[in-house]
């Protein structure tokens, strides 16, 4: 019976010793220790044994056990390796190609736009303001000299937040920047009531409207409002700010000119044209054909304002402008459809 397992052992072994790959081994394994493998039939016949003979045929037995598990798990080892160096080979992995770039994205153009005008006016002095959005009818129309049922307001009828019980003060969506003009104000001037600080800030933002949605209109848009109060500001400095403006924003030999114009809030009102920057002046159809572009508003602050606002309009006076960094894309890249903005196509955004 030692002899046989020997023979089972040895047998064993050489088997072992041509195994290459992983079916091979469970082949193996199923083989030669397996239930019905011939040395667990050594055991399993081990009660027909004679008393003397049962403990020697057993430990020799259970030592072929071991060695062949140990030699087993030894053989498992090598495949594993061999074949990982197999595959690595075989793939042959480049660590010098260039990886998969991450996308990066960038700022919306409105707000890249938006930026450049601030950069601007705070190269000159002026300080952002943040205003809210959400304005009562009060500072968005009424302190700035729209009267309840004024007919200058049928041009910035908005979107209501809270119509019901407010009577003449709703809650709405601010339709201009404007309102922050009065927010600045009378922080300012609740400091210093007698004698309120000067002020020279630039206020960007979001507004919104109640507008038929078309390739000219939307129903929201960025503005950028500026103001300067303080005491001996006259029209002269408005114009030469504004002037400067355009020169820096559009280049250093851009003509401009001031039309009248009307808003309730300023008193003269002008509106401000640049020579067009795609024909050079000569006319084009973008400037359609008359050589100038109409790129903001302004004017000198109403009386009313400047008292709404804590400010002594005897004392004070003050210029205030506002722009569309949207209208300024559409013209500087001929952009002829202003849903393009808020219409969220990456065709489009990717491009600036
Ligand atoms: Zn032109």
């Known amino acids: 019976m030692l002899e046989k397992l020997r023979e089972i052992e040895k047998a064993a072994r050489e088997s072992l010793a041509a195994v290459t ?10 083989t030669h220790l397996g239930r019905s493998s011939p040395l667990m039939q050594v055991f399993s016949g081990l009660s027909q ?12 037995a ?15 080892e090598a495949v594993k390796a061999a074949m990982l160096a197999k ?12 990886g998969r770039g991450v996308r990066v994205g960038h700022l919306h153009p409105s707000t890249q736009q938006l930026r450049r005008v601030v950069d601007i006016f705070a190269e000159m002095g002026f300080q952002v303001y943040t205003s809210r959005e959400v304005e009562t009818d009060e500072i968005n129309f009424q302190a700035l000299n729209f009267p309840p049922h004024h007919p200058a307001r049928e041009l910035q009828d908005t979107l209501y937040v809270d119509a019901g019980e407010r009577g003449d003060n709703p809650v709405l969506l601010r339709t201009h920047t404007s309102p922050g ?16 600080p000067p002020i020279r800030i630039v206020l960007p ?17 960025n503005q950028v409002e500026g103001l300067a109060v303080g005491e001996n500001i006259t029209f002269a400095d408005l114009k030469g700010t504004l002037s400067d403006f355009a020169r820096r924003m559009f280049g250093q030999n851009v003509r401009t000119r001031f039309r009248a114009a009307y808003f309730p809030f300023t008193e003269p009102s002008a509106e401000m044209d640049v020579e067009c920057f795609v024909c050079g ?34 004392r004070y006076t003050g210029y205030a402008f506002g722009m569309g960094p949207e ?26």
């Open 49 to 60: 044994l004679s008393k003397e003979d049962r403990p020697t045929v057993g430990q020799a």
């Open 21 to 30: 790959d992983q079916t091979a081994l469970e082949t193996w394994r199923v």
């Open 281 to 314: 002046g000569a006319g084009c159809p973008v400037c359609k054909q008359s050589g100038w572009l109409e790129i903001l508003g302004c004017g000198m602050v109403h009386p009313v304002v400047l008292e709404n606002g804590g400010y002594d309009p005897l």
């Open 205 to 221: 933002g979001m507004c919104f409207r109640s507008e038929q949605i078309t390739a000219r209109s939307e129903v929201q848009f």
């Open 327 to 352: 209208r300024q894309l559409m013209l500087r890249y001929k952009i002829d459809d202003i849903r393009y903005f808020w219409g969220n196509d990456v065709r489009f955004l990717e491009q600036f």
């Open 87 to 98: 595959s690595l080979e075989e793939e042959e992995l480049d660590v010098t190609l260039p």
């Open 62 to 76: 259970n030592k072929v056990k071991v060695a062949l598990e140990s030699a087993f798990a030894e053989r498992a």
């Open 181 to 196: 003009q009065i927010r600045a104000m009378r922080e300012a001037s609740a400091e210093h009531p007698d004698d309120p």
